[in-house]
């Protein structure tokens, strides 16, 4: 079974610009979850989709972040504009539908803002 | 809200020795589930174990054991005969059960480093 895949791996802009990220979730996977990692820290929610359907976005600062999932299977994250604190790792995981279902996780995206 | 308490940021120990890996949590559901993952220096997050509140047997998978106390809101991770290969940061982690609340809430992580 292949995992979870995210794209790219690593990348460096400066601050003010955009940056998308990527991740395709394990086949069949109903919920997929953005978390950002900053350096020294546990992972924290950005959004968490059902499907193509946004269910917690609570936690995501919408004036610069947003995110899609058109068609229930991969997903994108953007950023725009990048502010300095934006640095982090971005970490994508999928489980399938159900309570208590494992998240599994993607490599993630270490993204530096210079 | 949810929280998730790792007290332990780092911990060394020399190959061989048992080490015990601390988590406690706060939550108001009555039904959650709490996960330990490994994150090894590639940085992938590795799923190791999955407890929901109403199961509060301990758990053993080789050199890895756990132990649920609902009492004390610990659930505390064992590792017998530590190896080098065991280095990693080891996050808990909490998630309710409705739809709107199974995201995880991690702890701040404990890093292992196992010195041959």
């Known amino acids: 079974e292949a995992g979870v895949a995210q794209s790219p791996r690593y990348k460096i802009i400066e601050k003010r610009q955009s940056v998308a990220f990527w991740c395709n979730p394990i086949s069949g996977h109903a919920t997929l979850y953005w978390y950002q990692q900053i350096l020294g820290q546990g992972p924290k929610l950005l959004i968490q989709?059902?499907?193509?359907?946004?269910?917690?976005d609570s936690q995501l600062p919408k004036d610069r972040f947003s995110a899609e999932r058109l068609k229930g299977v991969d997903s994108t994250l953007k950023i725009q504009p990048a502010k300095l604190e934006d640095s982090a790792v971005y970490l994508c995981?999928?489980?399938?539908?159900?309570?208590?279902?494992?998240?599994?996780f993607g490599d993630g995206t270490r993204l530096s803002i210079l | 809200a949810q929280k998730v308490t790792q007290a332990q940021t780092e911990i060394s120990v020399v190959e061989k020795e048992d080490v015990t890996l601390d988590c406690v949590y706060e939550?108001?559901?009555?039904?959650?589930?709490l996960f330990w993952y490994k994150q090894p220096p590639s940085g992938e997050l590795v799923f190791l174990i999955r407890r929901n509140s109403f199961d509060e047997q301990n758990e053993i998978s080789g050199r890895y054991s756990w132990n649920f106390q609902k009492s004390t809101s610990s659930f505390n991770f064992t590792i017998t005969a530590s190896q080098v290969v065991d280095s990693a940061v080891y996050f808990c982690?909490?998630?309710?059960?409705?739809?709107?609340?199974?995201?995880?809430?991690f702890g701040s992580g404990t890093r292992l480093q196992v010195q041959p």
């Open positions: 939550t108001r559901d009555t039904t959650y589930y």
């Open positions: 995981a999928s489980s399938s539908q159900g309570t208590g279902q494992p998240q599994h």
């Open positions: 982690a909490l998630s309710g059960v409705d739809t709107g609340r199974r995201a995880l809430t």
């Open positions: 989709f059902q499907n193509n359907g946004v269910v917690d």
